[in-house]
């Protein structure tokens, strides 16, 4: 059965998942992700040292490396993507100007003011990983913008005038028209995109503590993830359910009854984000022993450690983002794992949580033990391990053959 789905995956889903995967748009996004995984990297890092603030008085704050690197994720993101767009299309002419109105773009669409002061106030989560999905809707519509224009100039061929004023006349035009639009939507209309995506996502508050809710929040956050959008974007809904939730619980427990709602940070954080959103810590481990190209070994090796403490923006934002072969078996665990995990809590083999344990970087499995000191929990976490091991091992091995042909593809070129 393994080897008939591997044969399938290899002839007839990767070629098409690649063909996708080579579109410009999202080639573009894809390569803004993997170029901005340093940055993932160094702040996934920082937070595991910052660990130690809660245990060593004065230990010195760390944050500001975070601050520097993750905390400005959106603006790095609407700066490459459409500079990356205009070199998917070979179009060089306004890549400069490109990225600097993606930021622009990003910082209007942010709602970005001067106050009386003459300071610049911006929302700090909308520049960071809480505004990707509005960096990368800036990213691309500039990138469009940039295209049809570099296409045209206000010049005809063979004017004696030099190329870079020539050039830079030319992007006076396509700069109006994004500048115009963010004037638009945000100065005249005040069209506040992010509160519009909080608008949506309130129904699920309201079934948040049903099978439903909690598949669809923790599903939700894998699709969006999936898309290079940070699953922080339901922060408001899964935090706000999951704090009501455990306090129900403690309640109940007080009163001599047993804790009976399941959607809680804790649950998530001990047996559902197995190594992060998406349930990463199988997929780390796979590239890092079972792999055999260089780039998935050295990227599995590089990121297991982080994703051990449930941190994976490295590994997700280097492979997975975009890349249709991976997208899949994350979806599978945005379905699966949720659905074992509210089965074996609601009929009683799993202590439900009534304590709050928000310390979501502790390694596992100190997270699921320390949540609700029961051994099944234990088992509960060994066997979501195990099917997300099954999960990614088809898939990613399809993946890792496609890496070891490029790579042999580009060792033939430098030969």
């Not at 970005?112 to 911006?122: C, L, M, P, R, S």
């Not at 005040?190 to 503590?209: E, R, V």
Request: charged share 10%; hydrophobic share 55%.
């Amino acid at each position: 059965m393994m080897n008939k789905l591997m044969d399938w995956m290899g002839s007839v889903f990767a070629p098409k998942a690649g063909k996708i995967a080579k579109n410009p748009w999202i080639a573009s996004v894809q390569d803004t992700m993997i170029a901005i995984m340093p940055v993932m990297i160094i702040s996934s890092l920082v937070t595991m040292i910052s660990i130690l603030n809660d245990f060593i008085p004065n230990f010195p704050d760390f944050s500001y490396f975070s601050t520097y690197t993750f905390g400005l994720s959106s603006i790095f993101t609407a700066c490459l993507i459409p500079t990356f767009i205009l070199e998917k299309y070979k179009l060089p002419k306004f890549k400069r100007q490109a990225g600097l109105m993606g930021v622009a773009m990003l910082f209007m669409m942010s709602l970005g003011a001067v106050d009386e002061a003459g300071n610049f106030a911006v929302i700090a989560d909308r520049i960071g990983s809480g505004g990707m999905f509005v960096a990368i809707a800036a990213g691309l519509y500039v990138g469009l913008i940039m295209k049809i224009f570099s296409k045209r100039s206000l010049f005809k061929k063979g004017t004696a005038m030099p190329k870079f004023l020539v050039d830079s006349f030319d992007s006076m035009a396509p700069i109006v028209v994004i500048v115009a639009t963010g004037f638009i939507l945000s100065g005249l209309l005040k069209f506040d995109l992010y509160a519009i995506i909080d608008t949506m996502l309130q129904p699920l508050i309201n079934i948040g503590q049903s099978y439903i809710g909690f598949l669809l929040i923790m599903f939700l956050m894998v699709f969006f993830y999936s898309f290079g959008l940070s699953p922080w974007l339901l922060t408001p809904i899964y935090y706000s359910v999951g704090v009501k939730g455990l306090a129900d619980n403690a309640a109940l427990v007080a009163a001599g009854e047993k804790a009976m709602f399941i959607t809680t940070n804790e649950v998530f954080q001990g047996w559902v984000w197995l190594g992060g959103t998406g349930c990463t810590l199988m997929l780390c481990f796979i590239m890092a022993f079972m792999c055999k190209s260089g780039k998935l070994k050295s990227l599995g090796r590089t990121c297991i450690l982080p994703s051990i403490c449930n941190i994976n923006e490295p590994v997700v934002y280097g492979t997975v983002v975009l890349n249709p072969l991976l997208m899949i078996p994350m979806w599978l665990c945005g379905l699966i794992i949720p659905t074992v995990t509210y089965i074996a809590f609601s009929i009683g083999l799993v202590t439900i949580p009534s304590q709050s344990f928000l310390l979501w970087y502790m390694p596992m499995p100190i997270t699921a033990w320390l949540t609700n000191h029961d051994i099944m929990g234990l088992v509960l976490l060994a066997v979501n391990l195990a099917i997300t091991f099954v999960i990614w091992l088809p898939f990613v091995k399809v993946y890792d053959a496609q890496c070891l042909k490029e790579e042999a593809e580009e060792k033939a070129q430098e030969a």
